[in-house]
DNA sequence: GTTATTATTGATAATTATATTCAATATCGG
DNA sequence: CCGATATTGAATATAATTATCAATAATAAC
């Protein structure tokens, strides 16, 4: 099994535990977006919007809410992350593993979204966090910039 | 003159540039918000909303749209910072100094807004950005989580 | 397997923050 | 002061998100 397809199968457990643990239903629909999810959107920052209108193409009966609100599952079952790059529209992406995180460098040209991590960076947070008695969940770092492509170097 | 107040008179000067610059004008309203921003927000996060309703209670004829405008033509001009805290609504800042530069940890319980400032993580960006030849132009760094009243400590 | 219970779906409508329109008014250079 | 141009404020438009609800699907109970 090829480590993409290994990762798939155990998001595809957590979301079954957290399915079963709330008390909600496996569905159709749920399955199809998936897969559509992790088939083809691994390490990109898709929109609902779009998200929803590459769907319709193989599955025009599933509705823009479903995909709405099978997104914002993923999200809380933790197999997907929910980011927002400042132009008003949440992004989805799905969370390749439990503990890695990364951050992310936007270009404010051309729209594209560099992934980074530095575990430099992470000590500081924590540090940080540490000396001010706050007790950490999430932390959030964007670069906004150009591109090597669009500063013309 | 208190440090505060020359501060306060800097940032004046610089949007009255930036007015000049762009050949727009200055009115009574944009002089009545900025006194109001930089006299009772120094240092907070305000929502467009929020400072409407304060500035109606001794200025009821200014409108909400001369309001947002305003901020943003603050933050076009440099002497205010627009944040997104995540909850869907922007924030405005005023500018302490040109060059000073700091993040926020957010408390998800409470919703108080703690700033802290790191040079060693500045250091860090500096060299990813340089790594990846990207040209930064602004970063952004939240932690979220709860502060030391809300975890019970 | 049938029935009862409960969650989900999909179309639509409501909500919320942001942004735009436009006639009336204010600013400012000449 | 005059004329050109920017601003104001009320109203409206836009866009993303979230809620509503009758019909339907999934699971549990029998």
């Known amino acids: 099994m090829t480590p993409v397809a290994q990762r798939k199968m155990e998001r595809r457990k957590t979301l079954k535990d957290y399915i079963s643990r709330m008390q909600l239903k496996s569905t159709k629909q749920r399955d199809v977006i998936f897969d559509e999810f992790f088939n083809n959107y691994m390490g990109k920052h ?5 998200f929803y ?12 809410a479903t995909v709405y609100r099978t997104l914002k599952l993923f999200r809380e079952s933790g197999i997907a992350a ?3 790059f400042g132009d008003g529209k949440a992004r ?5 593993s439990e503990n890695e995180h990364h951050h992310h460098m936007i270009c ?4 594209n979204v560099y992934e980074f991590a530095n ?3 992470e ?3 924590n540090q940080i966090a540490k000396l001010n008695q706050f007790d950490v969940k999430d ?3 964007q670069i906004h910039g150009l591109c090597s492509s669009c500063s013309g170097s």
């Open 46 to 50: 898709v929109t609902v919007e779009e």
């Open 53 to 64: 209108e590459n769907i319709k193409k193989n599955h025009p009966k599933i509705g823009f």
């Open 82 to 84: 929910e980011r927002d």
């Open 92 to 96: 989805y992406e799905p969370i390749r």
């Open 108 to 111: 404010t040209n051309c729209g």
């Open 119 to 121: 575990s430099q960076i």
């Open 123 to 125: 000590l500081c947070l």
């Open 139 to 141: 932390h959030k770092l």
